[in-house]
Nanobody, 118 residues
Framework: VQLVESGGGLVQPGGSLRVSCAAS????????INWYRQAPGKERELVAT???????NYADSVKGRFTISRDNTKSTVYLQMNSLKPEDTAVYSC?????????????WGQGTQVTVSS
């Protein structure tokens, strides 16, 4: 199983960036996908979630600015980030979770750095 994030980089405040999480080795459509972020010296924060039914949830800090979506044909989840702020600077990681017959399967990507700075 592999989750590979991409699309991170340096962007100016107010700018936009889209990060992607491509999965392999799992039945992607059955998994809930979460985006987390962790800034230096801070705890990991759940940013956005998309279920296998495509229902979504967002942290209050990103609501109205970030959009999570999935393309099951490409086994990929996207996080579109608009109106970026310096406090959005963090390593963004995706996480895939599924529960089958009482057992939880959970996988993580390696993360991609997003830096918001002028």
């Amino acid at each position: 199983v592999q989750l590979v994030e991409s699309g991170g980089g340096l962007v100016q405040p107010g700018g936009s960036l889209r990060v992607s999480c491509a999965a392999s080795g799992i039945i992607f459509s059955m998994y809930t996908i979460n985006w987390y972020r962790q800034a230096p010296g801070k705890e990991r924060e759940l940013v956005a979630t998309i279920s296998k039914y495509r229902s979504t949830n967002y942290a209050d800090s990103v609501k109205g600015r970030f959009t999570i979506s999935r393309d099951n044909t490409k086994s990929t989840v996207y996080l579109q980030m608009n109106s970026l702020k310096p406090e959005d600077t963090a390593v963004y990681s995706c996480n895939a979770v599924n529960s089958i017959a009482g057992k939880t399967y959970e996988y993580w990507g390696q993360g991609t750095q997003v830096t918001v700075s002028s």
